[in-house]
């Protein structure tokens, strides 16, 4: 099905959105909606390029670097599947922006604060927090008295899967951008709530039909690879389920357990475990 509007959680789609020169004023109001205690009044995009030490570093670097007139280095990345060693990455990725404000000669060590972004179409596997519904998981270097020990790196998380608050339940700003990133490409219309003229240049920069053959081009191919990529992801994840249940249920079987019993919890059928 056609829609009006590009899917955000692809490259192409978020890159357009928040990381091109007219796609500024964007990225600046989401970044003053997640980030309040900096107050960003201006911000410069940054060499991506220029930030890791070897060819692998520079393929996997983040999505969108800036720098806030300030000062303050913030990277952004949107991070559509589960890998390995995911948190290991970010806290990588960090020191890139710290290591570069070094300075020959004499110099005092002072840094400029560095954020990192994480926008996940993915939830975490273990519970960061009690409430299983927390959308924004905010890291921070801490001591034993669980007080803030360094102010200048910050970590945020946001499990967009997490976030279900509908049209209605919307409260801040915040709210509303999550809203906009989670459903852009479900939109005919632009709804009431996005009736300022920030989310209007939003919508009109992810508008498909504004778009250019070659910009159509890129954004069917950043399409495809978005889809595959999940379709492979889902694929690990059923396999691994079902490989699961087959063990509990031979398991079961082994200890004798009601055949019924079996059924009633794996989902199988008496035929699938009489083949166990």
Request: proline share 2%; net charge negative.
């Amino acid at each position: 099905m056609k829609t009006k509007y590009v899917n955000p959680f692809t490259d192409f789609g978020f890159k357009k959105i928040f990381g091109e020169e007219a796609s500024k004023p964007m990225l600046l109001d989401f970044l003053n909606c997640l980030l309040p205690e900096i107050h960003i009044i201006d911000l410069s995009f940054k060499d991506k390029e220029k930030l890791g030490k070897t060819d692998a570093d520079r393929k996997a670097i983040y999505d969108i670097y800036c720098e806030s007139k300030q000062g303050e280095k913030i990277i952004i990345e949107l991070q559509k599947a589960k890998q390995n060693y995911f948190k290991d990455r970010t806290i990588y990725y960090s020191t890139f922006p710290i290591k570069e404000q070094a300075e020959t000669g004499d110099w005092n060590y002072e840094l400029k604060a560095v954020y990192c972004i994480g926008i996940l179409d993915f939830t975490f596997d273990e519970k960061i927090k009690s409430s299983e519904s927390e959308v924004i998981h905010t890291v921070q270097l801490k001591n034993q008295n669980n007080q803030i020990f360094y102010n200048k790196l910050k970590f945020v998380y946001l499990e967009m899967p997490n976030f279900v608050k509908n049209e209605q339940e919307l409260v801040t700003r915040l709210d509303k951008w999550l809203y906009f990133i989670k459903h852009l490409e479900n939109f005919e219309t632009i709804p009431e709530i996005f009736k300022d003229s920030i989310f209007i240049k939003a919508f009109e920069t992810a508008e498909i039909a504004k778009y250019s053959q070659a910009e159509l081009e890129n954004y069917e191919y950043s399409l495809k690879i978005f889809r595959d990529n999940k379709a492979v992801y889902e694929y690990a994840i059923n396999t691994a389920f079902d490989e699961g249940v087959l063990k509990v249920a031979k398991s079961l079987k082994v200890e004798q357990v009601n055949i019924d019993f079996i059924v009633k919890v794996t989902g199988l059928t008496k035929e699938d475990i009489d083949k166990l």
